[in-house]
């Protein structure tokens, strides 16, 4: 089982704002915060996100660079799926993938791909 991934990011507020919308939806719980980062934690794994220093903020992630491609959580149904779909546009996340939206990863996978306001690649996959 994974313990916890730490993920540096460019702008800590605007990653709260989003990540405290999409984790709890996930079923994660804030567990860790302090001045410089925070932390959402589910079962026994959980999600690090620290503000990046001022000197390594001029060269931005880009997933298709060596190191993370994406992030891939489970989702509970093809119903959250979709109802996430929906918030996602509400909020003004762009889908990837429109044209095979939800079938983007083939014809027996139910998944729905967006970004995070660093463009990290995300996903929430329904199960079979």
Same mark, same amino acid.
């Given at each position: /089982? =994974?313990?916890?991934?730490?993920?540096?990011?460019?702008?800590?507020?605007?990653?709260?704002?989003?990540?405290?919308? =999409?984790? @709890?939806? =996930?079923?994660?719980?804030?567990?860790?915060?302090? @001045?410089?980062?925070?932390?959402?934690?589910?079962?026994?794994?959980?999600?690090?996100?620290? !503000?990046?220093? /001022?000197?390594?903020?001029? +060269?931005?992630?880009?997933?298709? +660079?060596?190191?993370?491609?994406?992030?891939?959580?489970? &989702?509970?149904?093809?119903? !959250?799926?979709? !109802?996430?779909?929906?918030?996602? #546009?509400?909020?003004?996340?762009?889908?990837?993938? #429109?044209?095979?939206?939800?079938?983007?990863? &083939?014809?027996?996978?139910?998944?729905?791909?967006?970004?995070? @306001?660093?463009?990290?690649?995300?996903?929430?996959?329904? @199960?079979?």
């Amino acid at each position: /089982m =994974l313990h916890h991934v730490e993920i540096n990011v460019s702008n800590l507020e605007k990653s709260r704002n989003f990540y405290e919308f =999409l984790l @709890p939806y =996930l079923g994660y719980e804030l567990y860790q915060e302090w @001045p410089k980062g925070f932390s959402y934690i589910k079962d026994q794994t959980y999600l690090v996100f620290v !503000q990046t220093e /001022m000197n390594h903020l001029e +060269h931005s992630y880009h997933r298709g +660079h060596t190191g993370l491609n994406h992030l891939a959580f489970h &989702g509970e149904s093809r119903e !959250q799926v979709d !109802q996430l779909t929906l918030v996602l #546009k509400e909020r003004q996340v762009s889908i990837l993938y #429109k044209d095979r939206h939800p079938y983007a990863g &083939g014809n027996q996978y139910y998944a729905v791909f967006f970004e995070d @306001p660093d463009r990290v690649k995300l996903e929430v996959v329904a @199960p079979i």
